[in-house]
């Protein structure tokens, strides 16, 4: 059984950089042809993705947020992690991250999702 689990701050102050890890429990995230993937949904909003790390290492970000974003992966942790420049207060919301199986488009786990709070 494959888990994940979101960790960082909470609060993130506007213009700092939000900075978010996945830890990966059950499965390897070199292993396979999976999309290690970021997902947000701000309040009152739906889900927004921000974007995935291959197992092998490719990285793809959603194009309105691709100049803020970057992901990356701890291999000698299992971890994959989120980085997002330049915060402001639109960036507040639930980030989740979850496994693409790459058969179509879902997600088939999913962390909890940690709360971030951008303000001053």
């Known amino acids: 059984q494959v888990q994940l689990q979101e960790s960082g701050p909470g609060l993130v102050k506007p213009s700092q950089t939000l900075s978010l890890t996945c830890t990966v429990s059950?499965?390897?995230?070199?292993?396979?042809?999976?999309?290690w993937s970021w997902i947000r949904q701000p309040p009152g909003k739906g889900l927004e993705w921000i974007g995935y790390?291959?197992?092998?290492?490719?990285?793809f970000y959603s194009p309105s947020l691709k100049s803020r974003t970057s992901i990356s992966r701890d291999m000698s942790k299992n971890q994959f992690i989120l980085q997002l420049t330049s915060v402001t207060p639109e960036d507040t919301a639930v980030y989740y991250c979850?496994?693409?199986?790459?058969?179509?488009?879902?997600?088939?786990?999913w962390g909890q999702g940690t709360q971030v709070t951008v303000s001053s």
């Open positions: 979850a496994r693409d199986p790459g058969l179509g488009g879902y997600m088939d786990y």
């Open positions: 059950g499965g390897s995230i070199t292993t396979n042809k999976n999309f």
């Open positions: 790390a291959t197992s092998s290492g490719s990285t």
